[in-house]
């Protein structure tokens, strides 16, 4: 991380030619920098005409509206200047190399201005996260859970509960300094014991709670067409995407590898993927294919498992075993090409969640409407922020087996139920930023385009 005593410039808004460019200035010299092109000074936090000149020719550049945060009430913490000017090329080349001339002025790195926020403590670290996925979000689901984020409720949830394990620890110093008083350290002890317990709870049930919605929101809700081969995988792929999207042939095991397809069903970001087709084989490459296939199952949040209407006693073993596991609302039984035997009297005996076929769309809305009623339940509002990131969960679950090796210890050994809720108060400090992250810096902020 660059020195934080410079000021950086970048342009905030997209590149190319546009109706209007802004471009960012945070530092110690933003303020003097912009008495120079615009000729005096302005009104904190109020829109300001001026014509910007060139300080050392005072030739004109542009005229184009100012705005003044002094410190420490800015995005950064920092003196922060902006000017909208016209999206010119030629207009904006122009001020980025006048700011490049000034002393101690260069170009911000990715995510710089978003890491200042964060070292001058306007934003934690969940926050800081939440905004880049407000940046990239592409539907409104996205949105929404970004936007909360962003805004702190977890970085809040967080800190609420590692000040909470702070109480406990001091309470534990209590018990190792006052360890002589028997009364004292009954009622401290019956005390620590009902924090740590509550907290524990607390946790359990965010994780529970949260499952991997969050994360699903935020990566893509995990589809999988599955089921023996020709029985209109690709064709119902290609029917979700309303595109070709994958090769749709009557020859058997056609699909050889994972075909993926990003949609937007009722709002929320899904990940379609098409499987080869589950059989025995001696194909070398086909079974690599159906290797992969169960990888995807196995880490699906829902398979659509497809079962040939002109062959319905067809092998289901797998099927069965993949419902009994991971539960029938997770592993849907899909009868396809329904339009071909829609009288036969084996098929309306069986179990089917839902019957479709691809060639007359028959089914189809009505499957949509079923995934986006499962991605709607999922979104339900929680009393507490959703995890949305692998590292949101490993940490909280390092905090919560901390607090599990508290609660099973005994507090006659108060220097080891110290060091658990020590571990526990880490964890909880790493999400937030609090302690230990100087490895995470680069990663996350390196997600941010320049000028954030």
């Known amino acids: 991380m660059p020195p934080i005593n410079d000021t950086i410039y970048a342009l905030a808004s997209a590149s190319g030619r546009s109706g209007v460019a802004v471009l960012r200035i945070s530092g110690p010299a933003s303020e003097t920098v912009m008495e120079q092109l615009a000729g ?3 009104e904190p936090r109020q829109a300001t005409l001026r014509l910007l000149r060139d300080p050392t020719s005072f030739n004109p550049i542009d005229r184009a509206l ?61 926050a800081i996260e939440g905004l880049a996925d407000l940046i990239n979000a592409e539907t409104q689901g996205q949105r929404r859970q970004a936007l909360r984020q962003s805004e702190g409720a977890l970085g809040r949830l967080y800190e609420k509960w590692r000040k909470q394990i702070l109480t406990a620890s001091a309470l534990v110093e209590a018990l190792i300094d006052f360890s002589d008083e028997e009364d004292i350290t009954q009622s401290v002890g ?26 699903q929101m935020r990566d893509g809700f995990r589809m999988v067409i599955a089921g023996a081969p020709n029985v209109g995988k690709s064709s119902l792929l290609n029917v979700l995407a309303k595109r070709e999207a994958a090769i749709v042939t009557s020859e058997p095991g056609t699909t050889r590898d994972i075909i993926e397809v990003h949609l937007t069903i009722g709002g929320f970001p899904v990940l379609v993927m098409d499987t080869a087709g589950i059989r025995q084989t001696t194909g070398a490459v086909e079974q690599e294919g159906i290797k992969r296939a169960f990888e995807r199952l196995s880490d699906a949040d829902l398979v659509l498992w497809l079962i040939d209407s002109q062959e319905p006693d067809e092998d289901t073993s797998i099927l069965t075993n993949m419902r009994a596991t ?18 036969n009297s084996k098929i309306a005996s069986k179990d089917f969640d839902l019957a479709i076929s691809n060639k007359t769309n028959d089914g189809i809305a009505t499957l949509i409407e079923k995934i986006e009623g499962l991605l709607i339940t999922n979104e339900e509002p929680q009393t507490s922020p959703l995890i949305t990131r692998a590292r949101h969960r490993i940490e909280v679950i390092a905090a919560q087996k901390a607090l599990s090796t508290f609660m099973n210890g005994s507090l006659a050994e108060a220097e080891l139920r110290a060091e658990d809720l020590r571990q526990a108060a880490n964890a909880l400090g790493r999400l937030t930023g609090r302690i230990d992250v100087e490895e995470l810096l680069g990663k996350i902020f390196g997600e941010f385009c320049i000028g954030k």
């Open 326 to 343: 991971q539960g029938p609302e997770q592993v849907w039984r899909i009868l396809s090409k329904a339009d071909l035997h829609e009288n």
């Open 66 to 126: 100012l705005l003044w945060f002094p410190a420490p009430k800015s995005f950064t913490g920092e003196d922060i200047v902006e000017i909208h000017c016209h999206g010119s090329q030629a207009v904006v080349a122009r001020l980025l190399s006048l700011l490049a001339s000034f002393k101690d002025f260069r170009l911000a790195e990715p995510g710089e201005f978003a890491r200042r926020a964060f070292e001058h403590g306007k934003m934690d670290l969940t």
């Open 190 to 215: 019956t005390q620590v014991q009902e924090i740590v317990r509550k907290l524990h709870s607390s946790i359990t049930g965010h994780l529970e709670s949260s499952g991997r919605r969050g994360e």
């Open 40 to 42: 005096g000074s302005i």
